[in-house]
């Protein structure tokens, strides 16, 4: 028998082509991603940090005490955030399961002769048997790698699901901020209109002005409050979309006020090297479909070398039977088809790098895209501010002039419809700021728990 074992090895290393067996022991190592770092060579100057904030768990980045507090039952009662932890768990079980065939598996086998119960003697034997696959070829070493690979693709999935619920459930908060500031500017405006609308029908008495004016800030009036309604309903319907979120009944959500809400931190300009952005759960993610697609390329090759099996009796170590001879007549059977299993697996593999590269690419349009949309937005808030006390100049001076007769009530109207508008906009612009944070936060990986 060790006669037989020596010579049959010796005959399939014959039949080795020896220049590629290494690959089959390769581990996957990234190449070629050092492209990303220039597409942030031409964005305008920015503050820089010495540290991306993606490296801020989201209890630092966010300020507010009740927000994290709405993160972190987000995070405990979601769904798609379970649905995610649940194939983390199936990717560890696949992972234990392929780590288990380094070891021998056992088997037992019964068997009967003789008669039938009760007439003549019968025999019963048992038979157990182990049976163990050398990994000469790196295959079962490969299908471990590529598991552990799909393990940790599954847990960077999991972690963009809670990066995108931390970013998602800050900028629905804001959102709510938001609305309650407009609507408190809007039922603000709705008591100067009804003080506008006593003042010009006074004048109207003392013949200073007339009807129409009167109706006119009347119109204004339902305007506003067809505004303060629809603020309303958009409120109620913001709360429900937020509770969803949380994964729990719709209900009156607390919350702080948008001019209390703050951010110290400083933002990346120029050259956020593309190591910082593999740190992306999606990108890793992406990164890992590669790693697991690179492994099976190296499946695929240990395929077209034989398999060494060795199977024995458990009470009869001595009786190990080789059977290497019937693994090398299927391999060289089966030539043709683990010719196109391998060509099938390098596609899967070429496949599996562009979408890798392109996942970068994405990444770094994000980023660019977020550094610029939060230096826009900070530009218009300035903006807005001065446009606010120029028309509250502007108010204040027509209203002056008409109590005296010398403005009409058409340039009170226009003064005090355009300020309305322009402290709608700020504060939307304010939260368009808020917002383009937090996208840039996301967009560098940030909101997901590190430790």
């Given at each position: 028998?060790?006669?037989?074992?020596?010579?049959?090895?010796?005959?399939?290393?014959?039949?080795?082509?020896?220049?590629?067996?290494?690959?089959?022991?390769?581990?996957?190592?990234?190449?070629?991603?050092?492209?990303?770092?220039?597409?942030?060579?031409?964005?305008?100057?920015?503050?820089?940090?010495?540290?991306?904030?993606?490296?801020?768990?989201?209890?630092?980045?966010?300020?507010?005490?009740?927000?994290?507090?709405?993160?972190?039952?987000?995070?405990?009662?979601?769904?798609?955030?379970?649905?995610?932890?649940?194939?983390?768990?199936?990717?560890?079980?696949?992972?234990?399961?392929?780590?288990?065939?380094?070891?021998?598996?056992?088997?037992?086998?019964?068997?009967?002769?003789?008669?039938?119960?009760?007439?003549?003697?019968?025999?019963?034997?048992?038979?157990?048997?182990?049976?163990?696959e050398a990994d000469i070829f790196g295959k079962v070493a490969n299908s471990k790698r590529r598991a552990?690979?799909?393990?940790?693709?599954?847990?960077?999935?999991?972690?963009?699901?809670?990066?995108?619920?931390?970013?998602?459930?800050?900028?629905?908060?804001?959102?709510?901020?938001?609305?309650?500031?407009?609507?408190?500017?809007?039922?603000?405006?709705?008591?100067?209109?009804?003080?506008?609308?006593?003042?010009?029908?006074?004048?109207?008495?003392?013949?200073?002005?007339?009807?129409?004016?009167?109706?006119?800030?009347?119109?204004?009036?339902?305007?506003?409050?067809?505004?303060?309604?629809?603020?309303?309903?958009?409120?109620?319907?913001?709360?429900?979309?937020?509770?969803?979120?949380?994964?729990?009944?719709?209900?009156?959500?607390?919350?702080?006020?948008?001019?209390?809400?703050?951010?110290?931190?400083?933002?990346?300009?120029?050259?956020?090297?593309?190591?910082?952005?593999?740190?992306?759960?999606?990108?890793?993610?992406?990164?890992?479909?590669?790693?697991?697609?690179?492994?099976?390329?190296?499946?695929?090759?240990?395929?077209?070398?034989?398999?060494?099996?060795?199977?024995?009796?458990?009470?009869?170590?001595?009786?190990?039977?080789?059977?290497?001879?019937?693994?090398?007549?299927?391999?060289?059977?089966?030539?043709?088809?683990?010719?196109?299993?391998?060509?099938?697996?390098?596609?899967?593999?070429?496949?599996?790098?562009?979408?890798?590269?392109?996942?970068?690419?994405?990444?770094?349009?994000?980023?660019?895209?977020?550094?610029?949309?939060?230096?826009?937005?900070?530009?218009?808030?300035?903006?807005?501010?001065?446009?606010?006390?120029?028309?509250?100049?502007?108010?204040?001076?027509?209203?002056?002039?008409?109590?005296?007769?010398?403005?009409?009530?058409?340039?009170?109207?226009?003064?005090?419809?355009?300020?309305?508008?322009?402290?709608?906009?700020?504060?939307?612009?304010?939260?368009?700021?808020?917002?383009?944070?937090?996208?840039?936060?996301?967009?560098?990986?940030?909101?997901?728990?590190?430790?």
């Amino acid at each position: 028998m060790k006669r037989t074992y020596i010579i049959l090895l010796a005959f399939a290393t014959l039949l080795l082509p020896g220049c590629g067996v290494s690959k089959l022991y390769t581990q996957y190592e990234r190449e070629g991603v050092e492209f990303v770092d220039s597409l942030y060579r031409r964005l305008p100057d920015l503050k820089q940090d010495s540290t991306s904030i993606a490296s801020l768990a989201w209890k630092d980045f966010f300020d507010d005490p009740i927000l994290q507090e709405w993160i972190r039952l987000g995070i405990e009662h979601n769904t798609d955030l379970a649905v995610a932890r649940l194939r983390v768990e199936q990717a560890q079980a696949s992972l234990w399961e392929a780590g288990r065939a380094f070891f021998p598996g056992a088997s037992v086998s019964f068997s009967t002769s003789g008669g039938f119960p009760g007439n003549g003697t019968q025999t019963f034997r048992m038979a157990p048997t182990f049976s163990w696959e050398a990994d000469i070829f790196g295959k079962v070493a490969n299908s471990k790698r590529r598991a552990a690979a799909a393990l940790e693709q599954s847990d960077a999935y999991r972690q963009a699901v809670q990066a995108q619920l931390v970013a998602t459930i800050a900028e629905s908060y804001y959102r709510l901020l938001m609305l309650d500031e407009q609507l408190a500017i809007s039922e603000r405006t709705l008591k100067t209109w009804e003080e506008n609308i006593s003042t010009l029908e006074a004048l109207k008495r003392a013949g200073k002005t007339n009807e129409a004016a009167v109706l006119q800030a009347k119109a204004n009036r339902l305007d506003v409050q067809n505004n303060v309604y629809n603020l309303y309903q958009k409120i109620f319907e913001a709360e429900n979309s937020f509770a969803a979120l949380l994964g729990t009944v719709p209900f009156k959500i607390e919350r702080g006020k948008l001019g209390e809400q703050t951010f110290q931190h400083d933002y990346f300009s120029g050259g956020v090297p593309a190591a910082i952005l593999s740190n992306r759960p999606d990108v890793r993610q992406a990164e890992m479909a590669l790693a697991q697609a690179f492994y099976a390329t190296n499946i695929s090759r240990a395929s077209f070398y034989p398999r060494l099996n060795l199977t024995g009796d458990m009470f009869n170590p001595a009786g190990f039977i080789l059977q290497l001879t019937a693994s090398l007549s299927q391999q060289l059977y089966a030539k043709g088809v683990n010719k196109a299993n391998l060509r099938r697996a390098e596609a899967e593999q070429s496949i599996a790098t562009y979408q890798f590269r392109q996942s970068l690419l994405d990444a770094g349009v994000e980023v660019n895209n977020a550094l610029i949309a939060v230096k826009t937005a900070s530009s218009r808030m300035k903006i807005d501010r001065k446009q606010i006390v120029h028309l509250q100049a502007a108010v204040w001076n027509t209203q002056l002039l008409m109590k005296h007769g010398n403005a009409n009530y058409l340039e009170v109207l226009s003064a005090q419809q355009k300020l309305l508008q322009a402290e709608l906009a700020e504060v939307s612009d304010q939260f368009e700021e808020i917002r383009n944070i937090i996208n840039l936060y996301h967009a560098l990986g940030g909101g997901y728990d590190m430790e």
